[in-house]
């Protein structure tokens, strides 16, 4: 079966760290783009962080740039997204997707898409 799966959410205090994961079944994400979003209660849709496939670059949102990286493991057919200094406006249900697309740029629709993990930054 072709899908994601996010884990790794759950509940921290400000300034605290997490780790997401976002794990694929019947494909290789190494073949590619990955990208992170976020959904805050009565906000948009946020695309907070992508990687691009085989080696490709990163880029972030302005409002995670030095806070948050985007990582992979081919091995594992995984990729992070390790969370640190989290404030309160990071809450949101994380969502990871998948293209098959080599660059971050462009408006290449996502092909598959995980079920979210929720965030929750509260003290």
């Known amino acids: 079966q072709l899908q994601l799966v996010e884990s790794g959410g759950g509940l921290v205090q400000p300034g605290g760290s997490l780790r997401l994961s976002c794990t694929a079944s019947g494909f290789t994400l190494n073949y590619y783009n990955i990208g992170w979003f976020r959904q805050a209660p009565g906000k948009e849709r946020e695309g907070v962080s992508c990687?691009?496939?085989?080696?490709?670059?990163?880029n972030y949102a302005d409002s995670v740039k030095g806070r948050f990286t985007i990582s992979r493991d081919n091995a594992k057919n995984t990729v992070y997204l390790q969370m640190s200094s989290l404030k309160p406006e990071d809450t949101a249900v994380y969502y990871c997707a998948a293209r098959d697309h080599s660059s971050c740029s462009g408006y290449v629709p996502w092909d598959f898409w995980g079920q979210g993990t929720q965030v929750t930054v509260s003290s």
């Open positions: 990687s691009g496939s085989s080696g490709g670059s990163t």
